[in-house]
Protein backbone atom coordinates (compact mmCIF):
# COMPACT_ATOMS: atom_id res chain seq x y z
CA UNK A 1 0.00 0.00 0.00
CA UNK A 2 1.22 3.37 -0.79
CA UNK A 3 2.14 5.54 1.95
CA UNK A 4 0.34 9.30 2.60
CA UNK A 5 1.60 11.66 4.77
CA UNK A 6 -0.45 15.33 5.69
CA UNK A 7 1.85 17.53 7.20
CA UNK A 8 -0.49 20.30 9.48
CA UNK A 9 1.68 23.30 10.30
CA UNK A 10 0.11 26.28 12.50
CA UNK A 11 0.27 29.70 10.90
CA UNK A 12 2.73 32.17 12.69
CA UNK A 13 1.44 30.02 16.12
CA UNK A 14 2.60 32.40 18.59
CA UNK A 15 1.63 35.26 17.41
CA UNK A 16 -2.10 33.87 16.43
CA UNK A 17 -2.13 32.40 20.20
CA UNK A 18 -1.79 36.29 20.98
CA UNK A 19 -4.43 37.29 18.69
CA UNK A 20 -7.20 34.98 19.67
CA UNK A 21 -7.95 36.56 23.04
CA UNK A 22 -7.30 39.90 21.47
CA UNK A 23 -9.54 40.66 18.52
CA UNK A 24 -8.88 44.09 18.70
CA UNK A 25 -5.21 43.31 17.38
CA UNK A 26 -6.90 40.83 14.42
CA UNK A 27 -5.68 43.29 11.77
CA UNK A 28 -2.27 45.04 13.48
CA UNK A 29 1.29 44.34 13.20
CA UNK A 30 2.77 41.90 16.59
CA UNK A 31 5.38 40.29 17.86
CA UNK A 32 6.57 37.86 20.11
CA UNK A 33 9.86 38.31 21.84
CA UNK A 34 12.50 36.06 23.12
CA UNK A 35 13.02 35.26 26.76
CA UNK A 36 14.11 38.85 28.65
CA UNK A 37 11.81 40.74 25.87
CA UNK A 38 15.11 40.05 23.82
CA UNK A 39 14.98 39.64 20.63
CA UNK A 40 11.90 38.55 17.70
CA UNK A 41 11.49 35.24 17.57
CA UNK A 42 7.32 35.16 15.80
CA UNK A 43 5.87 37.71 13.94
CA UNK A 44 2.02 38.01 12.92
CA UNK A 45 1.95 38.46 8.49
CA UNK A 46 1.47 42.10 9.26
CA UNK A 47 4.52 42.39 11.06
CA UNK A 48 6.12 40.47 8.22
CA UNK A 49 4.90 42.59 5.59
CA UNK A 50 6.79 45.52 7.34
CA UNK A 51 10.09 43.64 6.83
CA UNK A 52 10.73 42.75 10.96
CA UNK A 53 12.70 39.86 10.60
CA UNK A 54 13.21 36.80 12.66
CA UNK A 55 16.12 36.92 15.55
CA UNK A 56 16.19 40.53 15.61
CA UNK A 57 16.88 42.50 18.84
CA UNK A 58 14.50 44.43 19.43
CA UNK A 59 16.20 47.39 20.31
CA UNK A 60 17.44 47.08 16.42
CA UNK A 61 13.39 47.40 15.62
CA UNK A 62 12.29 49.85 17.93
CA UNK A 63 12.20 52.89 15.48
CA UNK A 64 9.92 50.64 13.34
CA UNK A 65 7.62 49.29 16.40
CA UNK A 66 6.86 52.63 17.30
CA UNK A 67 6.72 53.94 13.79
CA UNK A 68 3.92 51.18 12.61
CA UNK A 69 2.26 50.91 15.95
CA UNK A 70 3.39 46.98 16.86
CA UNK A 71 2.38 45.68 19.73
CA UNK A 72 5.12 43.58 21.08
CA UNK A 73 4.28 40.35 23.41
CA UNK A 74 7.03 38.08 26.13
CA UNK A 75 6.17 34.77 25.17
CA UNK A 76 3.71 32.82 26.95
CA UNK A 77 4.98 29.23 26.93
CA UNK A 78 1.76 28.51 29.04
CA UNK A 79 -0.88 29.81 26.57
CA UNK A 80 1.29 28.16 23.62
CA UNK A 81 1.36 24.72 24.84
CA UNK A 82 -2.21 24.59 26.07
CA UNK A 83 -3.68 25.81 22.41
CA UNK A 84 -0.82 23.43 20.82
CA UNK A 85 -2.31 20.14 22.71
CA UNK A 86 -6.17 21.53 21.95
CA UNK A 87 -4.94 21.56 18.05
CA UNK A 88 -2.81 18.40 18.47
CA UNK A 89 -6.22 16.55 20.09
CA UNK A 90 -8.40 17.43 17.26
CA UNK A 91 -5.69 15.74 15.02
CA UNK A 92 -4.93 12.41 16.93
CA UNK A 93 -9.38 12.31 16.87
CA UNK A 94 -8.80 12.80 12.84
CA UNK A 95 -6.14 10.75 11.85
CA UNK A 96 -5.30 6.92 12.64
CA UNK A 97 -1.60 8.13 13.73
CA UNK A 98 0.12 11.28 14.51
CA UNK A 99 3.18 12.69 14.92
CA UNK A 100 3.94 15.47 17.12
CA UNK A 101 6.92 17.28 15.23
CA UNK A 102 6.99 20.58 17.20
CA UNK A 103 4.49 22.31 19.12
CA UNK A 104 3.14 23.91 15.54
CA UNK A 105 3.58 21.00 13.65
CA UNK A 106 2.54 17.66 13.17
CA UNK A 107 2.86 14.68 10.31
CA UNK A 108 -0.47 12.71 10.25
CA UNK A 109 -0.58 8.76 8.31
CA UNK A 110 -3.45 8.93 5.65
CA UNK A 111 -1.98 5.71 4.17
CA UNK A 112 -5.60 4.10 2.88
CA UNK A 113 -7.96 6.92 3.58
CA UNK A 114 -8.13 7.72 0.09
CA UNK A 115 -9.88 4.24 -0.75
CA UNK A 116 -12.94 5.58 0.63
CA UNK A 117 -12.09 9.66 1.09
CA UNK A 118 -10.51 12.04 -1.26
CA UNK A 119 -7.44 13.25 0.65
CA UNK A 120 -7.91 16.82 -0.56
CA UNK A 121 -11.56 17.00 1.11
CA UNK A 122 -10.54 15.39 4.28
CA UNK A 123 -7.33 17.92 4.53
CA UNK A 124 -10.11 20.54 4.09
CA UNK A 125 -12.27 18.84 6.98
CA UNK A 126 -9.55 18.75 9.37
CA UNK A 127 -7.93 22.87 8.42
CA UNK A 128 -12.13 23.94 9.09
CA UNK A 129 -12.06 21.22 12.27
CA UNK A 130 -9.39 22.92 14.34
CA UNK A 131 -10.01 26.52 12.74
CA UNK A 132 -13.64 26.24 14.52
CA UNK A 133 -12.73 24.56 17.79
CA UNK A 134 -9.38 26.71 18.12
CA UNK A 135 -9.50 29.51 16.24
CA UNK A 136 -5.97 28.66 15.07
CA UNK A 137 -5.40 28.61 10.97
CA UNK A 138 -3.20 26.29 9.58
CA UNK A 139 -1.65 24.94 6.25
CA UNK A 140 -1.79 21.91 5.30
CA UNK A 141 0.56 19.45 2.70
CA UNK A 142 -0.38 16.03 1.41
CA UNK A 143 2.46 14.13 -0.24
CA UNK A 144 3.82 10.44 -0.44
CA UNK A 145 6.66 11.09 1.47
CA UNK A 146 7.28 13.20 4.32
CA UNK A 147 9.59 15.70 2.28
CA UNK A 148 6.73 15.82 -0.03
CA UNK A 149 4.43 16.35 1.86
CA UNK A 150 6.70 19.35 3.57
CA UNK A 151 6.96 20.97 0.20
CA UNK A 152 3.58 20.91 -0.40
CA UNK A 153 2.48 22.59 2.78
CA UNK A 154 5.46 25.22 1.72
CA UNK A 155 3.03 25.79 -1.13
CA UNK A 156 -0.55 25.59 1.17
CA UNK A 157 1.52 28.81 2.75
CA UNK A 158 2.79 30.67 -0.26
CA UNK A 159 -0.39 30.51 -3.11
CA UNK A 160 -3.46 31.77 -1.28
CA UNK A 161 -5.08 30.08 -4.29
CA UNK A 162 -4.44 26.79 -2.66
CA UNK A 163 -7.23 27.48 -0.08
CA UNK A 164 -4.40 26.51 2.61
CA UNK A 165 -4.90 22.73 1.48
CA UNK A 166 -2.47 21.07 -1.29
CA UNK A 167 -2.64 17.48 -2.35
CA UNK A 168 0.96 16.51 -3.63
CA UNK A 169 0.09 13.09 -4.83
CA UNK A 170 0.24 13.16 -8.40
CA UNK A 171 4.00 12.87 -9.57
CA UNK A 172 3.51 15.45 -12.57
CA UNK A 173 2.01 18.09 -9.69
CA UNK A 174 5.35 17.43 -7.43
CA UNK A 175 7.67 17.96 -10.29
CA UNK A 176 6.02 20.81 -11.28
CA UNK A 177 6.41 22.35 -7.80
CA UNK A 178 9.69 21.26 -7.38
CA UNK A 179 10.60 23.41 -10.31
CA UNK A 180 9.19 26.61 -8.19
CA UNK A 181 10.98 25.69 -4.90
CA UNK A 182 14.62 26.93 -4.28
CA UNK A 183 17.02 23.94 -3.33
CA UNK A 184 17.17 25.56 0.11
CA UNK A 185 13.70 25.62 0.56
CA UNK A 186 13.77 21.33 0.94
CA UNK A 187 13.29 19.98 4.27
CA UNK A 188 16.60 19.64 5.89
CA UNK A 189 18.86 21.61 3.24
CA UNK A 190 20.27 23.99 5.78
CA UNK A 191 22.23 27.01 4.46
CA UNK A 192 26.01 25.63 4.02
CA UNK A 193 24.58 22.53 2.10
CA UNK A 194 22.39 25.30 -0.19
CA UNK A 195 25.55 27.04 -0.91
CA UNK A 196 27.44 23.21 -2.06
CA UNK A 197 24.68 22.32 -4.13
CA UNK A 198 24.37 25.42 -6.35
CA UNK A 199 27.82 25.61 -6.47
CA UNK A 200 27.51 21.64 -8.04
CA UNK A 201 24.28 23.36 -10.26
CA UNK A 202 21.68 22.26 -8.03
CA UNK A 203 19.45 25.06 -7.45
CA UNK A 204 16.16 23.97 -7.18
CA UNK A 205 14.48 21.21 -5.51
CA UNK A 206 13.70 19.61 -9.17
CA UNK A 207 17.40 19.72 -9.78
CA UNK A 208 18.03 17.46 -6.35
CA UNK A 209 15.00 15.13 -7.31
CA UNK A 210 16.94 14.70 -10.58
CA UNK A 211 20.22 14.07 -9.54
CA UNK A 212 21.99 11.16 -8.82
CA UNK A 213 21.40 9.14 -5.21
CA UNK A 214 24.43 7.19 -5.17
CA UNK A 215 26.43 10.28 -5.97
CA UNK A 216 24.44 12.61 -3.64
CA UNK A 217 25.41 10.28 -1.29
CA UNK A 218 29.33 9.83 -2.27
CA UNK A 219 29.69 13.22 -2.67
CA UNK A 220 27.68 14.59 0.78
CA UNK A 221 25.92 11.93 2.81
CA UNK A 222 23.21 9.22 3.40
CA UNK A 223 20.87 11.60 4.92
CA UNK A 224 20.90 13.88 1.71
CA UNK A 225 20.40 10.73 -0.47
CA UNK A 226 17.65 10.00 1.28
CA UNK A 227 16.31 13.17 0.38
CA UNK A 228 16.74 12.64 -2.91
CA UNK A 229 14.85 9.62 -2.75
CA UNK A 230 11.96 11.08 -0.73
CA UNK A 231 11.54 13.81 -3.28
CA UNK A 232 11.03 10.68 -6.04
CA UNK A 233 7.85 9.68 -3.40
CA UNK A 234 10.29 7.15 -2.17
CA UNK A 235 8.92 7.01 1.73
CA UNK A 236 12.21 6.68 3.62
CA UNK A 237 11.24 8.46 6.64
CA UNK A 238 8.62 6.59 8.93
CA UNK A 239 5.84 8.18 11.19
CA UNK A 240 6.75 8.25 14.77
CA UNK A 241 3.94 8.32 16.76
CA UNK A 242 6.11 8.14 19.71
CA UNK A 243 8.20 10.65 20.91
CA UNK A 244 12.24 9.73 21.34
CA UNK A 245 13.43 9.50 24.94
CA UNK A 246 15.28 12.30 25.48
CA UNK A 247 19.09 11.64 26.16
CA UNK A 248 19.41 14.73 27.63
CA UNK A 249 17.20 17.24 30.26
CA UNK A 250 18.78 21.04 29.81
CA UNK A 251 17.40 24.16 31.87
CA UNK A 252 18.71 26.94 31.38
CA UNK A 253 17.70 30.89 31.35
CA UNK A 254 19.53 34.52 30.57
CA UNK A 255 18.93 36.09 34.02
CA UNK A 256 16.77 40.17 33.64
CA UNK A 257 19.34 41.89 35.28
CA UNK A 258 22.89 40.73 36.20
CA UNK A 259 23.41 38.78 39.63
CA UNK A 260 26.42 39.38 41.97
CA UNK A 261 25.11 38.39 45.15
CA UNK A 262 25.98 34.35 45.89
CA UNK A 263 22.67 33.57 47.41
CA UNK A 264 20.53 34.79 44.48
CA UNK A 265 22.80 33.03 41.63
CA UNK A 266 22.45 30.02 44.08
CA UNK A 267 18.85 30.53 44.04
CA UNK A 268 18.45 30.49 40.74
CA UNK A 269 19.90 27.13 39.77
CA UNK A 270 17.65 25.77 42.84
CA UNK A 271 15.25 26.72 40.47
CA UNK A 272 16.78 25.03 36.98
CA UNK A 273 17.08 22.03 39.05
CA UNK A 274 13.64 21.55 40.61
CA UNK A 275 12.24 22.30 36.98
CA UNK A 276 14.47 19.60 35.29
CA UNK A 277 13.24 17.54 37.92
CA UNK A 278 10.10 17.77 37.13
CA UNK A 279 10.88 17.07 33.56
CA UNK A 280 12.64 13.54 34.69
CA UNK A 281 9.69 12.78 36.27
CA UNK A 282 7.53 13.92 32.91
CA UNK A 283 9.90 11.12 30.80
CA UNK A 284 9.47 8.72 33.70
CA UNK A 285 13.02 8.39 33.77
CA UNK A 286 16.07 8.56 36.45
CA UNK A 287 19.14 10.62 35.99
CA UNK A 288 22.76 9.12 37.18
CA UNK A 289 24.51 12.69 35.98
CA UNK A 290 23.84 16.25 36.51
CA UNK A 291 25.70 19.11 35.47
CA UNK A 292 25.42 22.78 36.78
CA UNK A 293 27.18 25.72 34.65
CA UNK A 294 27.28 29.76 35.23
CA UNK A 295 28.16 32.52 33.15
CA UNK A 296 28.81 36.05 32.74
CA UNK A 297 27.41 38.30 30.05
CA UNK A 298 29.28 38.19 26.63
CA UNK A 299 27.78 41.36 25.04
CA UNK A 300 29.56 43.53 27.47
CA UNK A 301 33.51 43.30 27.04
CA UNK A 302 34.14 45.98 29.35
CA UNK A 303 33.26 43.41 32.37
CA UNK A 304 34.90 40.44 34.00
CA UNK A 305 34.41 37.22 32.33
CA UNK A 306 33.84 33.61 33.56
CA UNK A 307 32.67 31.22 32.81
CA UNK A 308 32.64 27.09 34.50
CA UNK A 309 30.38 24.35 34.47
CA UNK A 310 30.82 21.05 36.67
CA UNK A 311 29.38 17.70 36.81
CA UNK A 312 29.15 14.78 38.87
CA UNK A 313 27.80 10.90 38.86
CA UNK A 314 25.21 10.54 41.22
CA UNK A 315 25.50 7.49 43.93
CA UNK A 316 22.69 5.77 42.33
CA UNK A 317 20.05 6.93 39.17
CA UNK A 318 17.33 9.47 41.14
CA UNK A 319 14.30 11.90 39.94
CA UNK A 320 14.15 12.74 43.44
CA UNK A 321 14.47 16.89 43.30
CA UNK A 322 15.89 16.79 46.93
CA UNK A 323 18.50 14.28 45.94
CA UNK A 324 19.57 16.67 42.64
CA UNK A 325 19.46 20.06 45.18
CA UNK A 326 21.81 18.04 47.49
CA UNK A 327 23.96 17.66 44.41
CA UNK A 328 23.48 20.67 42.21
CA UNK A 329 24.47 22.67 45.53
CA UNK A 330 27.65 20.94 45.71
CA UNK A 331 28.57 21.60 42.26
CA UNK A 332 27.51 25.08 42.85
CA UNK A 333 29.69 25.83 45.62
CA UNK A 334 32.92 24.64 43.55
CA UNK A 335 32.47 26.51 40.82
CA UNK A 336 30.74 30.28 42.00
CA UNK A 337 33.67 32.75 41.88
CA UNK A 338 32.55 36.40 43.76
CA UNK A 339 33.07 39.48 41.59
CA UNK A 340 31.51 38.75 38.65
CA UNK A 341 28.42 40.16 37.06
CA UNK A 342 26.46 36.70 36.11
CA UNK A 343 24.31 36.74 33.39
CA UNK A 344 23.39 32.93 32.75
CA UNK A 345 23.19 29.76 34.72
CA UNK A 346 21.88 26.20 34.12
CA UNK A 347 21.51 22.33 34.88
CA UNK A 348 21.94 19.48 32.85
CA UNK A 349 20.69 15.96 33.88
CA UNK A 350 21.87 13.12 31.65
CA UNK A 351 22.50 9.34 32.31
CA UNK A 352 18.81 8.15 31.85
CA UNK A 353 17.62 5.03 32.84
CA UNK A 354 14.25 3.69 33.10
CA UNK A 355 12.48 3.29 36.43
CA UNK A 356 13.64 0.13 38.66
CA UNK A 357 15.79 -1.10 35.13
CA UNK A 358 18.86 -0.01 36.91
CA UNK A 359 21.92 -2.39 39.47
CA UNK A 360 21.73 -1.79 42.79
CA UNK A 361 24.82 -2.04 45.13
CA UNK A 362 24.24 -5.73 46.76
CA UNK A 363 26.00 -4.29 50.07
CA UNK A 364 23.85 -1.06 50.51
CA UNK A 365 20.48 -2.04 50.01
CA UNK A 366 17.96 0.17 48.90
CA UNK A 367 18.67 3.81 48.40
CA UNK A 368 15.78 5.23 47.65
CA UNK A 369 14.41 7.75 50.34
CA UNK A 370 11.35 6.57 51.82
CA UNK A 371 8.11 7.44 50.40
CA UNK A 372 10.22 9.40 47.55
CA UNK A 373 7.83 8.61 44.57
CA UNK A 374 4.81 9.45 46.90
CA UNK A 375 6.22 12.99 47.67
CA UNK A 376 7.24 13.98 43.69
CA UNK A 377 3.89 12.77 42.72
CA UNK A 378 2.31 14.66 44.96
CA UNK A 379 4.05 17.89 44.32
CA UNK A 380 4.26 17.64 40.55
CA UNK A 381 0.06 17.38 41.09
CA UNK A 382 -0.38 20.33 42.67
CA UNK A 383 1.92 22.54 40.73
CA UNK A 384 0.08 21.01 37.59
CA UNK A 385 -3.38 21.68 38.94
CA UNK A 386 -2.90 25.48 38.65
CA UNK A 387 -4.58 25.56 41.98
CA UNK A 388 -0.77 26.74 43.73
CA UNK A 389 2.87 26.07 43.87
CA UNK A 390 5.05 24.25 45.98
CA UNK A 391 8.54 24.78 46.30
CA UNK A 392 11.80 24.11 47.82
CA UNK A 393 12.98 26.88 50.35
CA UNK A 394 16.25 26.81 48.20
CA UNK A 395 14.85 28.23 45.54
CA UNK A 396 13.75 31.64 47.10
CA UNK A 397 10.71 33.34 47.89
CA UNK A 398 10.89 36.53 45.80
CA UNK A 399 13.46 36.30 43.10
CA UNK A 400 14.97 39.23 41.60
CA UNK A 401 17.00 37.21 39.30
CA UNK A 402 13.24 36.49 37.04
CA UNK A 403 12.99 36.41 33.37
CA UNK A 404 12.26 39.68 31.90
CA UNK A 405 8.73 39.66 30.43
CA UNK A 406 7.30 43.20 30.53
CA UNK A 407 4.84 42.15 27.63
CA UNK A 408 3.28 39.41 28.87
CA UNK A 409 0.06 38.47 28.40
CA UNK A 410 -2.89 36.29 30.71
CA UNK A 411 -2.80 32.81 30.70
CA UNK A 412 -6.46 32.92 29.43
CA UNK A 413 -6.76 28.91 29.30
CA UNK A 414 -4.53 27.86 32.29
CA UNK A 415 -5.20 30.37 34.89
CA UNK A 416 -8.69 30.53 36.83
CA UNK A 417 -7.86 34.26 37.40
CA UNK A 418 -6.67 35.03 33.82
CA UNK A 419 -10.08 34.15 32.13
CA UNK A 420 -11.50 37.11 30.08
CA UNK A 421 -14.66 38.66 31.92
CA UNK A 422 -17.39 40.28 30.15
CA UNK A 423 -19.28 42.75 31.73
Given at each position: M ?7 D????Y ?7 R???K ?15 AR?KE??VL????G???F?V??D??K ?9 YA?Y ?5 RV ?26 G ?5 LD????V??R ?8 V???I?P ?7 A?H?A ?17 Q?R????V???D?WG ?10 A ?5 AL ?5 D?K ?5 F ?7 V ?8 LE ?15 S?G???T??S?LRQ ?5 V??A ?14 Q ?6 V?N ?14 P???D????LL?A??VL??R ?5 Y?Y ?19 F ?8 H?K?L ?7 N??G?G??F?A ?6 QW????E??S????T???D?P?V?
Amino acid sequence: MNTVFALVDCNNFYASCEKLFRPDLKQKPIVVLSNNDGCVIARSKEAKVLGIKMGVPIFQVRDDIIKHDVVCFSSNYALYADMSNRVMTILEEEAPRVEVYSIDEAFLDLTGIGHTLDVLDFGRHVKARVDKHTGITVGIGIAPTKTLAKLANHAAKKYPATGSVVDLTDRARQRRLMALVDVGDVWGVGRRLTEKLKARGIKTALDLADADPKSIRREFSVVLERTVRELNGVSCLELEALAPTKKQILCSRSFGQRITDKSELRQAVAKYVARAGEKLRGEKRLARVIQVFIRTGVFNPNDPQYSNALSVELPYPTDDTRDLLEAADVLFSRIYRAGYRYAKAGVMLTGFFEQGAYQQDFFKGSPERPHSKALMEVLDRINHSGKGTVFFASQGITPQWSMKREHLSPAYTTRWSDLPCVY
